[in-house]
């Protein structure tokens, strides 16, 4: 008899657990809210004749802006800065190297997905696609600067300088696999990997993968 009382218990209380556990993963129409760190692979732009860009390796961040249809289903928009460097090849009219430049670029990814988890549980698999732009600031600059003068009520009348630099700014599209984790009720963690293409003028369509891990809030 005392057995059967304490599985009857030991029920009540998974039962009860399982309910609350349930509830506290629900996050349909909800908006999330996450910190990004991404460690953007070395990749290369081959370009035409023979030149060509070699990034190297580096880490970048940005947020992840997030609303929940479902507990499955979620459109998100994600912006993701870094700085690489790279070495670029110039080529001469017969694909001889004849010049190598190393240097800084600022590269930022902001794209839309569509996000799908396998499962409504607090831990879930879950796979991305979606599209935006990618922009690539080769930090060279393409012309003479731009003088800019202005009264300042402080220091009085201000002029800089400002200069162009040769950049690129192209759609790009991406499919992403990952991994979620529901903390709690209200905080979560997710790490994922990208595969991000984006065509360049003069150039064949460039691929880059990009690992990201992301801590987040739900509101």
């Known amino acids: 008899m005392t057995k059967m009382l304490k599985l009857m218990l030991m029920s009540c209380l998974a039962s009860t657990m399982f309910t609350t556990v349930v509830q506290a993963k629900d996050k349909t129409e909800t908006v999330e809210v996450g910190f990004v760190i991404g460690y953007n692979d070395s990749f290369v732009i081959d370009g035409q004749r023979g030149s060509s860009v070699d990034f190297d390796s580096d880490y970048s961040y940005g947020f992840n802006f997030a609303y929940n249809f479902t507990n499955q289903f979620a459109i998100e928009f994600d912006w993701l800065f870094g700085s690489q460097d790279y070495q670029s090849s110039l080529v001469d009219d ?3 190297v004849v010049e190598q430049i190393n240097h800084k670029a600022d590269i930022t990814h902001a794209q839309i997905h569509g996000t799908y988890y396998f499962s409504p ?13 990618s922009y690539i600031d080769s930090n060279i600059v393409s012309g ?3 003088n800019i003068c202005w009264w300042d009520p402080w220091w009085g009348y201000i002029c800089e300088g400002f200069s162009d630099t ?3 700014n192209q759609f790009s599209y991406s499919a992403t696999f990952g991994a979620r984790y529901n903390i709690d009720n209200k905080y979560y963690l997710r790490a994922s990997y990208s595969q991000v293409w984006f065509d360049i003028d003069n150039a064949s369509t460039t691929d880059v993968g990009v690992y990201k891990f992301e801590i987040g809030s739900s509101f």
């Open 166 to 168: 040769y950049s690129e």
């Open 144 to 146: 003479p600067p731009i």
């Open 121 to 133: 549980e607090d831990f879930s698999f879950y796979v991305q696609g979606g599209g935006g732009f």
């Open 94 to 96: 017969d694909g001889e």
